[in-house]
């Protein structure tokens, strides 16, 4: 069973700083890997989609990579804002059209 | 976002009542998903659909039934509801046309059962 883990848990830190996620899972044979967006009582928003093939993915201020071979993704974001506060949560696909899901971090940005 | 609903967005029921949420999407979309979302464990899957009548079992799902019997609406049911099942439940679809295989989510379904 895939095991999907995101460290650290929490994450604090001031406007402007550019900062990096973790997501690190278990079995490299992979489908695809998503980031994710929640914010408090809200669903969750796509935030970069990595096919298996890929090994970055970029959308704005975000860049995600991937590394199969290690079992890692990255979040990368540039230049925080306040508004980038929320929780994040990484998913992997695997070939039997299932998801799953690390624990996520939560992400304070303060001005 | 895909044009995902869920209804309802909040139930309490008691324990031993039957339960059905549903979720409906406008875009025809062949797979879907049903999660929940419980404090230190992230999102877990209840149970998947790729098709009309065509359903299989996530990693939680004991307790729960689904059924399709149309490509827009994919129907969770909980039996008789415990309080263990109190928890959020989101229900997502996945893209199969391009290159991307996106999963979208819903805006979830707050479910007490006392």
């Known amino acids: 069973k895939q095991e999907v883990t995101q460290i650290p848990a929490a994450l604090s830190v001031p406007e402007g700083e550019n900062l990096v996620l973790n997501c690190s899972f278990t079995?490299?044979?992979?489908?695809?890997l998503q980031w994710f967006r929640q914010d408090p009582g809200k669903g969750l928003t796509s935030l970069l989609l990595i096919q298996s093939s890929q090994r970055e993915q970029t959308s704005g201020r975000l860049n995600a990579s991937l590394d199969k071979s290690s079992g890692r993704s990255t979040l990368y974001i540039a230049a925080s804002q306040p508004g980038d506060s929320a929780t994040y949560l990484c998913?992997?696909?695997?070939?039997?059209?299932?998801?799953?899901f690390g624990t996520g971090t939560s992400l304070t940005v303060i001005p | 976002d895909a044009g995902i609903t869920q209804s309802p967005r909040h139930k309490v029921t008691e324990t031993g009542t039957p339960v059905t949420l549903r979720c409906h999407q406008t875009?025809?979309?062949?797979?879907m998903y049903w999660y929940r979302q419980d404090p230190g464990h992230g999102l877990r899957l209840i149970h998947y659909s790729y098709g009309v009548k065509d359903t299989d079992k996530g990693e939680v799902s004991d307790g729960y039934s689904v059924s399709r019997s149309k490509t827009e609406d994919f129907l969770l049911t909980l039996e008789s509801a415990t309080s263990s099942q109190t928890s959020v439940y989101f229900c997502?679809?996945?893209?199969?046309?391009?290159?991307?295989?996106?999963?979208?989510f819903g805006p979830g379904t707050r479910l007490t059962v006392t």
């Open positions: 875009e025809n979309h062949r797979y």
């Open positions: 079995d490299s044979a992979i489908y695809n």
């Open positions: 998913a992997v696909g695997s070939a039997s059209n299932q998801f799953y």
């Open positions: 997502a679809i996945r893209e199969t046309s391009g290159p991307s295989y996106e999963q979208y």
